[in-house]
Nanobody
Framework: QEQLVESGGGLVQPGGSLRLSCEVSGRTGSDYTMGWFRQTPEKEREFVVAIWCTEGPTDYAYYADSVKGRFTISSGNAKNTVYLQMNSLKPEDTAVYYC???????????????????WGQGTQVTVSS
């Protein structure tokens, strides 16, 4: 049973930056996908970014168009932590951000919240002046 814990959310002005972290415990495999989703009261949970952490030296990242060029996902050296660097933040980035995980990879699955098996509790990101 994997457990995910997000941290790093907060209040930031438009144009500012935040870095979210997702720490994973209880993982048994070395080929897995980590995703970040976000949700507001007005909208359904939406895909933000995912990273396929392979058994080899190369990881693959996939971004929603709305965050491409502003957000960067990466994995830590031990690959038990995933980071989301968010730059040039906009008010529309305000949401609760959730980390998700699943063993393996699916080209048709990583954008879908139903594909993931494990979720964190979420961390609030507020972009406001």
């Amino acid at each position: 049973q994997e457990q995910l814990v997000e941290s790093g959310g907060g209040l930031v002005q438009p144009g500012g930056s935040l870095r979210l972290s997702c720490e994973v415990s209880g993982r048994t495999g070395s080929d897995y996908t980590m995703g970040w989703f976000r949700q507001t009261p007005e909208k359904e949970r939406e895909f933000v970014v995912a990273i396929w952490c392979t058994e080899g030296p190369t990881d693959y990242a996939y971004y929603a168009d709305s965050v491409k060029g502003r957000f960067t996902i990466s994995s830590g050296n031990a690959k038990n932590t995933v980071y989301l660097q968010m730059n040039s933040l906009k008010p529309e980035d305000t949401a609760v951000y959730y980390c998700a995980a699943r063993t393996g990879y699916s080209g048709s699955g990583y954008r879908s919240q139903s594909w993931y098996h494990y979720w964190g509790q979420g961390t609030q990101v507020t972009v406001s002046s």
